[in-house]
């Protein structure tokens, strides 16, 4: 079965770094567009990263870019977002998506990490 499942979460400090990492498994992974979402208590999900499949673009949502970095491994099935100089206001659920190609598409989601950054 499709699979998603995201670690490396957790409390750190403000300036703190952390490494998500999302394991994927039963799609093709290497096909498909991957992105990190994000959701704080009270507020809509957003888009933090994304990187197309080869992994040659990326985006960044604005109050991220300079300190966080998406990549992928396709060898690994794995995506990851490395987070730097954290703040406060990044605390969030972090979820891990993958988008499929073509005209038939499919959207896979894992069910999150909790990334929570004090003061």
């Known amino acids: 079965q499709v699979q998603l499942v995201e670690s490396g979460g957790g409390l750190v400090q403000a300036g703190d770094s952390l490494r998500l990492s999302c394991a994927a498994s039963?799609?093709?992974?290497?096909?498909?567009?991957m992105s990190w979402y994000r959701q704080a208590p009270g507020k809509e999900r957003e888009l933090v990263a994304y990187?197309?499949?080869?992994?040659?673009?990326?985006n960044y949502a604005d109050s991220v870019k300079g300190r966080f970095t998406i990549s992928r491994d396709n060898g690994k099935n794995t995506v990851y977002l490395e987070m730097n100089s954290l703040k406060p206001e990044d605390t969030a659920v972090y979820y891990c998506?993958?988008?499929?190609?073509?005209?038939?598409?499919?959207?896979?989601w894992g069910q999150g990490t909790q990334v929570t950054v004090s003061s």
């Open positions: 990187v197309n499949s080869v992994g040659g673009r990326t």
């Open positions: 039963g799609f093709a992974f290497s096909y498909y567009a």
């Open positions: 998506q993958a988008e499929s190609p073509g005209l038939l598409r499919r959207v896979y």
